[in-house]
């Protein structure tokens, strides 16, 4: 009886989205070198023993008793030095994937019928699961051939669906390539000129591998089109640069906008163990963290190089800018399966038979990705 009530429950008032969606179960069995979650390789083992010390103590000295900071007022201010942000313009979540939601549950009000998001496809899976938990409606509109936006036909989606919000990912994941600036700007600007205007999201997730290599963005930011356009929210996160455990992440946007985005975080969401690692990664630890991040983009240079000296699979130099590889190979799904049997795990995708995705790990770990490739291929 009592399972018969839950049933009706669940079938009247559970929102039909999640009928649709599967619980984000990542593979988790115990795999030697995990290069599917475009993680960082280990950070602990790179600090001397100074840095070592001083992460222990910091971490070892939060009062456990306590709520933390609200505010997260100290992280904060870190954020804002090293990024040049205005800290009131920031909102900063567990993860970004909080802040991703956080955006979707302030923006849900219903603009004749029901909320939109515009995205290009392949991008972030998160964008739209958020967004159909949400209540919103997916509009998907598919990169060009060398997985870049088709700007006329985001124009015109912009036009006829009139989105909520547009989510531009750069570098995209999982595809590894920066979009245009000039079609992010065309976007960004074109949704501030509807009525109402669209906010327009610009995701740099991998902003700092894109700045590790020959920058395609010249040394611009998502920063200088918010700066032009109070529309435009840019996403940041600590997840890829060696710190994914501490999920912290956090959006730049107008300090107007950065004020209602507030109103809808849960007050504690950010632990404080998370506030004061992630206050120190950025303070006194921030040599060890840039130090990380140039180690991943020389390994991003070798193992793209022998990628490349291989006929089996293709992999783009061009638009290789994150901490990962968008590969072509025939039978994707077998290989992965293949190297996850030699202990190698990757990343493959339903809709993508020939595609797969593996981040760039330490020089060991790497080096056991290429020896298990060569031997299935
Ligand atoms: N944005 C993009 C483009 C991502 O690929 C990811 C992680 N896979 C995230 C945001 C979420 O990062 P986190 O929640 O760890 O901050």
């Not at 912009?158 to 909520?164: H, T, V, W």
Request: charged letters at 25%.
């Amino acid at each position: 009886m009592s399972r018969e009530v839950l049933e009706a429950l669940l079938a009247a008032r559970v929102v039909p989205a999640l009928a649709e969606l599967q619980a984000y179960v990542p593979d988790q069995e115990t795999v030697p070198v995990r290069l599917d979650a475009n993680e960082a390789p280990a950070l602990l083992p790179t600090l001397s023993v100074e840095e070592r010390a001083l992460w222990d103590r910091t971490l070892s000295e939060v009062e456990p008793a306590r709520y933390p900071d609200v505010r997260a007022r100290a992280l904060r201010r870190a954020i804002a030095h090293r990024g040049g942000v205005d800290p009131e313009g920031l909102v900063i979540g567990c993860g970004s994937d909080e802040v991703i939601a956080i955006l979707l549950a302030a923006l849900a009000r219903p603009v004749s019928g029901p909320p939109k998001i515009v995205i290009p496809t392949p991008t972030f899976v998160m964008y739209r699961i958020s967004a159909r938990v949400h209540g919103y409606e997916v509009c998907e509109v598919p990169l060009d051939a060398r997985w870049d936006l088709d700007r006329p036909a985001m124009l015109a989606a912009l036009e006829r669906e009139r989105p909520a919000v547009v989510f531009l990912a750069t570098p995209n994941n999982p595809t590894s390539g920066a979009y245009a600036y000039e079609s992010v700007a065309a976007i960004a600007e074109a949704a501030a000129r509807i009525d109402p205007p669209s906010l327009v999201v610009v995701d740099e997730a991998y902003l700092a591998f894109r700045q590790a290599g020959a920058d395609p963005w010249a040394g611009r930011t998502g920063l200088e089109l918010l700066a032009r356009h109070a529309n435009v929210v840019v996403l940041r996160t600590l997840s890829k640069i060696g710190l994914a455990a501490l999920r912290v992440g956090y959006a730049v946007a107008h300090p107007l906008l950065a004020r209602e985005l507030e109103k809808a975080r849960l007050p504690y969401d950010l632990p404080a163990h998370s506030q004061v690692a992630a206050t120190l990664a950025l303070g006194a630890l921030a040599p060890a963290i840039d130090r990380h991040v140039a180690a991943i983009g020389r390994e991003r240079a070798r193992v793209v190089a022998a990628l490349q000296s291989r006929s089996e699979v293709e992999c783009d130099a061009e638009r290789t800018h994150a901490n990962f590889a968008w590969v072509r190979a025939d039978g994707a799904a077998d290989l992965a399966a293949g190297l996850k049997q030699k202990g190698v795990l990757v990343r493959t995708f339903k809709a993508y038979p020939d595609r797969f995705r593996v981040s760039f790990g330490s020089e060991v770990e790497n080096a056991r990705f290429l020896a298990a490739l060569g031997e299935l291929r």
